[in-house]
């Protein structure tokens, strides 16, 4: 034979030789107990934990939502400081539509017919301006009489209010919404939405949210999700505030989960009681613009308190997946890979017959002379 | 030499020595090559699918996105139940403005001039109210004649439409909408928009999305999208209704990888024909106010119908990353781990010269006396 | 005793019985000090990296964020083009609220005062529309004299301008925004505020936010933050853009971390110099309507610049899990147990004695006779 036929198959024995470990079987109860309870052990966070509750397996996608809504109610005010009026949803909802969250008029402050004019003279203590007369506040450097600036010409329909209490719209707590949630899952193309398909017509019409009775309509009362929330909606609606209506959509998408509804809860999200003080509740200021025949332009601010309800939707999706199955087994086969270790070390330290099994697994290679020997007396790890 | 320097020196070894484990060869080509084989396997599934297919080496971000819109197109309305109207976009977009979303007025039901004004007499069957007199309606606990509500004096301009169709706004679907988009990944801090730099400047003012011919425009035909998504827009524009413009930025940001760019879809998000018979469609009111020179107070009310556009952006871009890349390579080296296992139990249960190889390779150490000797025709695992 | 008894016994030493490794000890210290180093390197990486710097070791959550922003500031505007007028926040934020935004006008052009109505003739250079004269552009199948549209009546008190610069709300660059921001991360259950409640809030009404002086500020000056993003305030208020104010709530939520605080950045979202030169900036339209006591409606049309700061919350928290670290420890044990390949290929490839060292460790099974040889000269991996 050739050189190099010699050298390719000695490369085909190097490559397909099978190598193996020597071993040694110790019919030892204590240790093998111990081997098998510690892989026991793993193998029971490894099914038990990861599997079964942190769900490991699975591959995860965040929900993608949106969200419809439709305030319900009619209010009627007769206070002593203001005209009897009457108040629908084309009045309360500022603005008439958003994405993701409504806003309920509760309380204002209103003052009417605002005109850009000429303030007769430069204001001081004597001088009438009141509260929104911005003479002063609105411009720093004043000079002197007859500066341009908004006054407000005595209210014909309506008055500010002295106080804020009560709000208003109290009775805005009466008010229903009717929330429409659809979401996608896109890794995995699953779309739900939060009202069963197999709900009637007549259910929906007369249901209201109830944890308990009606965990399934999508009809809210203002009041139930404020007190959910641990809040008085008549302490709310003075100063305003901001609510969260959060849609929980966590689901597990494999075929023998369950299927997935949506869970509400219901939290305040503004600070109640900041320690420092800060204005607390939500309101803004907004101005209704009118023109009299003659082009004079006049406008009626109104402050305006109220809530905001944001639906906030999260959840996370889990389905089975090849890579995180793989990589969680992987690990729990790495940390089985330790159970050896763990049996060795306890054969060879605390056993009575510990010399004997040391000296038939390790042999000590002698580096002068060409000849194995067991160690005495010391014991080695293994790595 | 003192105990103490003997004491380090075993120290020393113990740390030092190298311990290996004893391996015994077998030059049996049909172990070798399952050996080699189900190691290939191994390889292949890692190179193969966790690498090239599931990208698992890569880190992962989440898309920030910002979204501008910009709606064109007039309209002439000259229906029998309606005055003419010209529509510019100041009349159809309502809100002007918002974030990630714009409705389009397609339908509507006006009640023009409402005023707060006293019932004239108890309502009953034989007055007039029709529809939007809330005399009952706004009012539980009716206290008879005089009551306050809002009544609606007959309409000077405008007539309440008997019938929602056709839509009002039917040409609507010629309308086009400019999409501005601009997203970021914050981790890989990359900046990306929807409208290619290259793009000339003459071709955005004349072209019109279309995925064939024109997949990087981003002016978009409303009945396009409609269409695009499976609906009729004139179906569509008489109840309203929610439409998503779903833009994907999935993007693989390694420097081999193409570059990345936006892909377009489009999908009705609210139900079309719920089973629950659920009321269908987008529809909000909404009031204009005036004020007549007196001080009081009118509003035309108006029902609006129409389409919601939200622009849903979502993706993830994924980047080479040391530590995914470390946790597969190690599961997968801990599979391989697996390998002389399935390559033992099969040489040691299925060859014909088992006795053999199990004689060379595994010892047993008799627990009595102390000797090793050979185990007799019964196989043991490792492991 | 039986045969199932044997049987049996046989089954429970299969399972109980102990089977370790032979190993053999080679008490060199180049291999010895060259296999702990590599481990040495494993575990620097392992401790190092990927715990202290990429915190392999904890799950993550997404922001949930809820943002309530208030403006504050007063203009008075006296330019040849237009009246004297007075502005506040009910003037310049459009809409009044809106939820992650918030839009200022800076500039405008106004067409007062249209009214539906019938052109007086068809439309040629020689008759008088100029700009928002919509008989042309409106309606593109124009059908001669009499067609109904919009026309501008001349204007009684605005004038447009006649050009964009400089912008009629320059002033608006001394307005403050006071942003409260309130985020939950769910899967930890934890909830944080933007402003520290330690504040006082004799400080919240004086300060202003500055990187250096007082980065836990919530109230922004906008021509700070237009200048920290990189853009000229007086510039952007002509045309108007897109403005972000990131906050960036990552969180170390571990109980040795430190607290958690937001980090402000600013950027320019929109594209300020497209090559493409699309159109810049930022605008809408909108309209205020009016109506005569007859009943006839007019409007008055805004094309409005400004920008529109957009409040994006991101940030992912980290908290120590079980499964993820399990994952990396069982990742790293992985590559330790390639380290004695490492060293194993050394000892039998690079050493002196390699051919002492493998014939003490490898055993050559003679496929023939029933006997074991050691191998001469060739080099056998392990695996």
């Known amino acids: 034979m050739s050189r190099s036929a010699g050298c390719c198959q000695s490369c085909l024995h190097s490559l397909f030789d099978y190598e193996t470990s020597k071993t040694l079987v110790i019919p ?7 081997f098998r309870f510690t892989q026991l052990l793993v193998l029971l966070y490894v099914v038990g934990y990861v599997c079964v509750v942190q769900k490991a397996y699975q591959e995860t996608d965040s929900v993608i939502s949106t969200v419809t809504t439709k305030v319900k109610g009619f209010a009627y005010t007769n206070t002593s400081d203001m005209e009897p009026r009457f108040w629908d949803v084309a009045d309360y909802v500022i603005p008439p539509q958003s994405v993701n969250s409504f806003f309920v008029l509760t309380n204002m402050a209103i003052t009417p017919h605002q005109k850009q004019s000429r303030c007769p003279e430069f204001p001081n203590p004597s001088t009438t301006c009141v509260d929104d007369c911005d003479c002063i506040e ?11 600036t908004l006054i407000t010409i005595p209210p014909l329909s309506f008055l500010t209010r002295l106080s804020l209490r009560p709000a208003v719209l109290a009775v805005a707590e009466n008010f229903t919404v009717l929330i429409k949630n659809s979401i996608t899952y896109p890794k995995f193309n699953v779309h739900k939405r939060n009202i069963p398909s197999q709900i009637r017509s007549s259910y929906l019409k007369r249901c209201e949210f109830n944890r308990k009775t009606d965990p399934d309509c999508p009809i809210f009362r203002l009041k139930d999700i404020v007190s959910e929330a641990g809040e008085e ?6 100063k305003g505030g901001i609510l969260g209506i959060i849609i929980d959509w966590s689901c597990d998408l494999d075929w023998w989960a369950r299927p997935c509804k949506p869970k509400y809860s219901f939290r305040r999200l503004d600070n109640k009681n900041p320690s420092n003080n800060l204005v607390t509740g939500l309101n803004f ?16 601010l109104i402050k305006a308190y109220g ?12 389905k089975f997946g090849i890579v995180p199955t793989i990589v969680n087994l992987g690990a729990s086969i790495a940390f089985l890979s330790l159970v050896p270790m763990v049996a060795d070390w306890f ?3 605390c056993m009575k017959k510990r010399d004997l099994y040391m000296r038939h697994k390790v042999a000590y290679l002698l580096d002068d002379d060409d000849t194995e020997s067991v160690p005495m007396g010391t014991s080695y790890g293994t790595q």
């Open 285 to 300: 200021r907004f101005a209704k613009y009118y023109q009299a025949p003659d082009g004079e332009e006049a406008r009626t």
């Open 138 to 148: 609105g411009y720093n450097n004043p000079r002197g009489h007859g500066r341009l």
């Open 233 to 238: 909606f008549q302490d709310m609606a003075v």
């Open 28 to 34: 030892n109860l204590g240790v093998g107990c111990l």
């Open 307 to 318: 809530i905001r309800f944001e639906i906030i939707v999260f959840g996370t999706a889990g």
């Open 347 to 349: 054969m060879l330290t």
